[in-house]
């Protein structure tokens, strides 16, 4: 790719120039960019456009048009795009760690691969507080849509959850998370009935998106018709597709009180554990195609997002990383640490055997479900869960577009699935997620087409955030710059 000034009499700019413009912002004095003669993926559901120039002016798209019919402003910075491919910057719908206090480490990694936006999942208490504290960072970030903490029922999965008992606090959480700036409210499995339903009784009513898990006390179909925005992981979407699924659901109450019951013995939870694998099987074998459909249905009508997060539903039936895999370096010790543990740990070899088998044939599942409601006309969103184990921030996208397309999406849906459906969720489509005049200068410049095959996302060249070039060196330069962070002590928190 050969980057130059024009007029090119008068300055040409080679990579260890363009290098530290990108490192130290000095391009924000350079009144355009233009990428020329690149085949433009606009991500709208057009057809590829060959041989466009694309015209960036400070932080906007000016214009995208022919390349022999655009002016290139005087002074312009021109990259020569001829044989790329240019995408809309992609979003991570689904990721953790990006507003912890030692974010700026996974910022880093979106940014070299590609990843522009994030939707963090586990947002910090005070979300307005903590966008006050970046105002003045250097350091390049992607755009962050931020959630709530986890709100969820009396002893919840996670120490730092906002827990409700009921509908009153429920319904102050709400209040509380809006008026602190959260762009979202994130509900999650231990809600009871009346608590979630007031929580999305006061999010209606306040105007702000409720997001996240299918709470156990409630079935897919309902959440959806109360309108929560999106569901996370395809938590009881499955059971919502079986023909047995309320006597499998009652069942499953039954065998986790017997389970978690303070006087219960190890022989017990055993036993109880076994009949619970055994149902969460049968949720499979008891898929109907009429229900599910129904349900698709359901979801289309009501505007229902799916973030299907494949990549930490197949990172939890999956071998151990192999030492030597490349992107282990960019992590410090405790986060490797703590992946090493994995999600089973001190599971006894029996027990994990059975969730091992359970978790294989429930990511199969979720493939066949994802393919069947991107036919059905269900929205799709791409997201990671990035920081659970094998959940790599910003290399992790990359691999959850080639599992979508393994569901059965089309490389462009796929595609779509983390640029304009992610811009079309937020509400931010008029400025945000595909590559037109006017909106905001978000770019991935790839070596090789990512239509022909979605694996070609990695290819990344060069990258634009918010108008402002990161060539090829300046990505490594990135990685580089947190390889070294890697051996502090925080590495921020896990994901949820």
Same mark, same amino acid.
């Given at each position: 790719?050969?980057?130059?000034?024009?007029?090119?009499?008068?300055?040409?700019?080679?990579?260890?120039?363009?290098?530290?413009?990108?490192?130290?912002?000095?391009?924000?004095?350079?009144?355009?960019?233009?990428?020329?003669?690149?085949? %433009?993926?606009?991500?709208?559901?057009?057809?590829?456009? *060959?041989?466009?120039?694309?015209?960036?002016?400070?932080?906007?798209?000016?214009?995208?048009?022919?390349?022999?019919?655009?002016?290139?402003?005087?002074?312009?910075?021109?990259?020569?795009?001829?044989?790329?491919?240019?995408?809309?910057?992609?979003?991570?719908?689904?990721?953790?760690?990006?507003?912890?206090?030692?974010?700026?480490?996974?910022?880093?990694?979106?940014?070299?691969? =590609?990843?522009?936006?994030?939707?963090?999942?586990?947002?910090?208490?005070?979300?307005?507080?903590?966008?006050?504290?970046?105002?003045?960072?250097?350091?390049?970030?992607?755009?962050?849509?931020?959630?709530?903490?986890?709100?969820?029922?009396?002893?919840?999965?996670? *120490?730092?959850?906002?827990?409700?008992?009921?509908?009153?606090?429920?319904?102050?959480?709400?209040?509380?998370?809006?008026?602190?700036?959260?762009?979202?409210?994130? %509900?999650?499995?231990?809600?009871?009935?009346?608590?979630?339903?007031?929580?999305?009784?006061?999010?209606?009513?306040?105007?702000?998106?409720?997001?996240?898990?299918?709470?156990?006390?409630?079935?897919?179909?309902?959440?959806?018709?109360? =309108?929560?925005?999106?569901?996370?992981?395809?938590?009881?979407?499955?059971?919502?597709?079986?023909?047995?699924?309320?006597?499998?659901?009652?069942?499953?109450?039954?065998?986790?009180?017997?389970?978690?019951? *303070?006087?219960?013995?190890?022989?017990?939870?055993?036993?109880?554990?076994?009949?619970?694998?055994?149902?969460?099987?049968?949720?499979?074998?008891?898929?109907?195609?009429?229900?599910?459909?129904?349900?698709?249905?359901?979801?289309?009508?009501?505007?229902?997002?799916?973030?299907?997060?494949?990549?930490?539903?197949?990172?939890?039936?999956?071998?151990?990383?192999?030492?030597?895999?490349?992107?282990?370096?960019?992590?410090?010790?405790?986060?490797?640490?703590?992946?090493?543990?994995?999600?089973?740990?001190?599971?006894?070899?029996?027990?994990?055997?059975?969730?091992?088998?359970?978790?294989?044939?429930?990511?199969?599942?979720?493939?066949?479900?994802? =393919?069947?409601?991107?036919?059905?006309?269900?929205?799709?969103?791409?997201?990671?869960?990035?920081?659970?184990?094998?959940?790599?921030?910003?290399?992790?996208?990359?691999?959850?577009?080639?599992?979508?397309?393994?569901?059965?999406?089309?490389?462009?849906?796929?595609?779509?699935?983390?640029?304009?459906?992610?811009?079309?969720?937020?509400?931010?489509?008029?400025?945000?997620?595909?590559?037109?005049?006017?909106?905001?200068?978000?770019?991935?410049?790839?070596?090789?087409?990512?239509? &022909?095959?979605?694996?070609?996302?990695?290819?990344?060249?060069?990258?634009?955030?918010?108008?402002?070039?990161?060539?090829?060196? &300046?990505?490594?330069?990135?990685?580089?710059?947190?390889?070294?962070?890697?051996?502090?002590?925080?590495?921020?928190?896990?994901?949820?």
């Amino acid at each position: 790719m050969e980057i130059t000034r024009i007029p090119a009499s008068r300055l040409q700019f080679r990579w260890r120039s363009a290098l530290l413009l990108a490192l130290y912002g000095a391009c924000g004095w350079c009144q355009s960019l233009v990428i020329q003669r690149v085949t %433009v993926i606009d991500a709208t559901g057009r057809r590829p456009a *060959p041989d466009m120039t694309v015209v960036v002016d400070g932080d906007h798209i000016a214009a995208v048009s022919p390349w022999k019919k655009v002016h290139v402003p005087k002074d312009a910075v021109v990259v020569d795009g001829a044989g790329k491919f240019l995408i809309p910057g992609l979003w991570d719908m689904h990721a953790h760690g990006t507003a912890d206090d030692a974010a700026a480490w996974t910022h880093l990694l979106f940014l070299a691969n =590609g990843v522009l936006g994030v939707r963090d999942m586990f947002g910090p208490p005070d979300a307005r507080a903590w966008r006050a504290t970046q105002v003045s960072s250097q350091d390049p970030s992607p755009a962050i849509y931020l959630g709530s903490p986890v709100v969820d029922g009396p002893n919840p999965y996670w *120490p730092t959850s906002i827990v409700v008992n009921d509908e009153a606090q429920a319904r102050e959480v709400v209040d509380q998370q809006q008026q602190r700036g959260a762009d979202f409210i994130k %509900v999650y499995d231990k809600l009871s009935r009346s608590a979630y339903f007031a929580i999305a009784g006061e999010a209606k009513k306040r105007g702000i998106p409720f997001e996240g898990h299918v709470p156990e006390s409630l079935t897919a179909m309902e959440v959806s018709d109360a =309108g929560q925005k999106s569901i996370e992981h395809l938590t009881r979407v499955a059971l919502g597709c079986s023909k047995e699924q309320a006597a499998i659901s009652a069942e499953l109450r039954r065998l986790e009180a017997v389970f978690l019951a *303070p006087d219960a013995t190890m022989s017990q939870k055993m036993e109880s554990g076994k009949s619970m694998t055994a149902l969460y099987l049968r949720i499979i074998e008891t898929y109907d195609e009429a229900t599910a459909q129904a349900l698709f249905a359901r979801f289309v009508r009501n505007g229902t997002w799916q973030c299907p997060t494949l990549t930490v539903l197949q990172a939890q039936s999956a071998e151990p990383l192999p030492a030597d895999d490349p992107r282990l370096q960019y992590l410090s010790k405790p986060l490797r640490t703590q992946w090493e543990i994995g999600y089973y740990k001190n599971f006894p070899p029996e027990a994990l055997a059975w969730t091992v088998k359970l978790k294989k044939a429930e990511f199969a599942e979720s493939m066949k479900i994802v =393919g069947l409601m991107y036919r059905a006309g269900v929205p799709i969103l791409a997201g990671t869960d990035a920081l659970n184990p094998q959940c790599f921030p910003g290399f992790g996208i990359h691999n959850e577009l080639a599992l979508l397309v393994d569901a059965g999406l089309p490389p462009l849906a796929a595609l779509q699935a983390a640029t304009r459906n992610a811009a079309q969720f937020m509400g931010q489509l008029d400025r945000r997620g595909t590559i037109e005049a006017g909106k905001i200068a978000d770019l991935v410049l790839l070596d090789k087409d990512p239509l &022909a095959d979605i694996h070609n996302t990695r290819a990344i060249q060069a990258v634009v955030l918010n108008g402002k070039l990161f060539p090829h060196p &300046a990505l490594e330069a990135l990685l580089a710059k947190e390889q070294k962070l890697a051996n502090r002590e925080d590495d921020g928190a896990a994901g949820k």
